[in-house]
């Protein structure tokens, strides 16, 4: 429940809206001003903090003043329960991703509504972001099947499933459609992850929660022929 006044709800709006623009002026008056609001969530969509918009829009001055200022890394937005080091996991320059993590973020970052962690934001989520996630696994965060499909780790893929047969078949969040690992390997248009998960016994008749088999999701998404 929101229990701000609202002198206290337009500064942090204020100061989302100076931290998601690069304007450090602006955002350190106002952090002068309410020292104490520095990890409040603002109203709107998702529900963040000054330093969850300032890594959604990849603004490295900000999000360097907020944690010089004492910005917790720990706080999560609302819906996607996500803190900052997500948010830049999936949009940030890997400058930002290493601010965020010397600054005592989890690398692993378990609990987001997309049940992926930090490491699935980084490569699950639009671009499989390399670099990024080879930052996280060096920080602490643990590969798994969906990172490495993502990533195209063929071996990695091979041991993950020879250790644990049922991981053939396991399910992704509601976000994603319950799909499968093939689903998962054709929505992203890895043909080579395709034919692996295949030839390891994946069952391509499989549906995800809206009906769809790894054909069909290849068919929406654009996939290669």
């Known amino acids: 429940k929101d ?11 204020e100061m989302i809206r100076a931290a998601a623009q690069g304007r450090t002026d602006d955002l350190a008056r106002l952090l002068d001003r309410h020292p104490g ?32 200022r ?7 937005d609302f819906p996607n329960n996500a803190t900052a080091l997500h948010i830049a996991a999936l949009r940030a320059d890997l400058e930002i991703v290493s601010m965020l993590l010397d600054a005592g973020a989890d690398p ?5 509504d997309y049940e992926l962690g930090v490491l699935g934001w980084a490569t699950c989520l639009g671009r499989a972001r390399s670099d990024v996630a080879d930052e ?18 063929e071996s990695d893929v091979r ?3 020879a250790s644990s047969p049922p991981l053939i078949g396991l399910r992704m969040s509601r976000n994603h ?3 499968t690992p093939l689903h998962h390997a054709a929505a992203l248009n890895r043909p080579e992850m395709v034919r692996l998960l295949l030839d390891l016994g994946a069952d391509a008749r499989a549906r995800d929660a809206t009906g769809a088999t790894a054909l069909t999701t290849a068919a929406q998404d654009h996939a290669d022929p």
């Open 136 to 153: 996280l696994i060096a920080r602490g965060a643990k590969l798994d099947l969906w990172s490495a499909i993502a990533l195209g780790r």
């Open 70 to 76: 004492g910005a917790s890394v720990h706080v999560r």
């Open 37 to 68: 609001l520095i990890d409040a969530r603002g109203a709107g969509v998702n529900l963040e903090t000054p330093l969850h918009a300032a890594a959604a829009q990849n603004q490295a001055a900000s999000v360097a003043l907020l944690l010089a």
């Open 108 to 112: 692993i970052g378990s609990g987001d």
């Open 3 to 13: 229990t701000h006044a609202d002198d206290e709800r337009d500064a942090i709006r």
């Open 177 to 179: 459609r319950r799909r």
């Open 159 to 161: 041991r993950m499933i």
